[in-house]
Structures are given as C-alpha cells and as structure tokens.
C-alpha cells in the first residue's frame, strides 16, 4: 500500500502569514491527491481535489500543486477561520490512504 | 442541499456487533458510492471501506485493519447506507464518519461527510 507523509505534524503561524505543508507519498501515482480541512469537534471539509482544483466555495487564498508523489498545501495570506488541521488523502485505489495531519496553530 | 446523518453509535463490549446508518438527503443516493471512515480519540483519518454504486454493482472494498469483521450495505429505496461492525475489537473505538463518493472525480474522493457516530468499545 501507498503511504502518505505529511509535514510538518504542526506548525504556529500568524494572521497574514504564507503557510505551506507538504505531502509526500511512497510511490506515483498521479494527480488523484485531495486536501481536507478539520476544525475541532467538525467534521472533515474537502478544499481541493486532483492536486490543484479548488472544491467550490473554499476561499481562493487555499491553493494545492504536485503531481507522482510530492503535493503542497498553500495557504496564502492565513485567516483566524483557517487553524485546524489539514489532512492530504489520495484516492485513485484502495485503500485511500490520508497523512498524518498537520495541526495550523495561532502564534 | 447534501446531508448526511450518521446514527447507531454507543456503547458496546468487546467481542460485540453494532451496526451504524449513514441517512442521505439532498442528492440522489442511488447515484454514488459510499465511504464509511473513522477517526481514533485524538488520531487522524481512516477509511474503513466503500460500497460503490448498484449500476456499478454495488461492489465493496475494506481496510486490511476491518476486513472479514465489518460489512458495508445500502439501501437505495431508502438512501441509508450501513456498517454492519462484528467482532468488535477496544481498537474499533472512534467517531464514525460516512463520506459521499463523487460521481465525476472518483468513488473514492468524499465530498461531503457526515457529523459522525461515536463508536465506543469496552467493557
């Protein structure tokens, strides 16, 4: 099975700052990557699919690239709305295997 | 709008079945496959499995973790797609979450979730 890596497991970032974390598989295989938003006691919310293409309604501020086997989660300009943890999950085959989480603090 | 309502959850001993129901609403369900997942107290994401369409034969796949104890159906007529969970197990405790599948991305991509059931084994 493919397993997925995030980085980093948390990080403490201010109201404005540029966040990027990253997601690193053990092997290809394409562009099947989907990144997901959790805020405590929530339930997971899809922000992006296929690498890069933003789930409709989530702020354009949220951006994802990557391809084969390393993906990046880019929040641009981060919101008080945005600390939560962020999960990245590929789908193309069973099992769909989701990152460890990376948990977005206030500094 | 898409809704999703997870119910069954509880209380049960190890060695025990329980059998969870995932509600759909706003969406035609017959249309799309369906992800159960599960999340540990204080852990990260898990797909359980998935039952895919009855036009797509309503085949299902599970987690290594579940295979042989947990069984995924559905019922069209009434939108309501069950986790039939036996032979429960301390690690099975965990908030349960049902995920649609999506019709033009890929069964496995869950673009909307549930609010989740919380499954607890002990005894």
């Known amino acids: 099975d493919i397993q997925m890596t995030q980085s980093p497991s948390s990080l403490s970032a201010s109201v404005g700052d540029r966040v990027t974390i990253t997601c690193r598989a053990s092997?290809?295989?394409?562009?099947?990557l989907a990144w997901y938003q959790q805020k405590p006691g929530t339930r997971p919310k899809l922000l992006i699919y296929?690498?890069?293409t933003l789930q409709s309604g989530v702020p354009s501020r949220f951006s994802g690239s990557g391809s084969g086997t390393d993906f990046t989660l880019t929040i641009s300009g981060l919101q008080p709305e945005d600390f939560a943890t962020y999960y990245c999950?590929?789908?193309?085959?069973?099992?769909?295997?989701f990152g460890g989480g990376t948990k977005v603090e206030i500094k | 709008e898409v809704q999703l309502v997870e119910s069954g959850g509880g209380l049960v001993q190890p060695g025990r079945s329980l059998r969870l129901s995932c509600t759909a609403s706003?969406?035609?369900?017959?249309?799309?496959?369906m992800s159960w997942f599960r999340q540990a107290p204080g852990k990260g994401l898990e797909w359980v499995g998935f039952?895919?369409?009855?036009?797509?034969?309503?085949?299902?796949k599970y987690a290594a973790s579940v295979k042989g104890r947990f069984t995924i159906s559905r019922d069209d007529s009434k939108s309501i797609a069950y986790l039939q969970m036996d032979s429960l197990e301390t690690e099975d405790t965990a908030l349960y979450y049902c995920?649609?599948?999506?019709?033009?991305?890929?069964?496995?991509?869950?673009?909307?979730w549930g609010q989740g059931t919380l499954v607890t084994v002990s005894s």
């Open positions: 999950q590929k789908y193309n085959s069973v099992p769909p295997t």
């Open positions: 039952i895919r369409s009855t036009d797509y034969g309503g085949t299902t």
């Open positions: 995920g649609r599948g999506s019709i033009w991305f890929g069964d496995l991509l869950a673009d909307y």
């Open positions: 706003g969406f035609t369900f017959g249309d799309h496959a």
């Open positions: 296929a690498a890069s």
């Open positions: 092997q290809g295989f394409g562009d099947y």
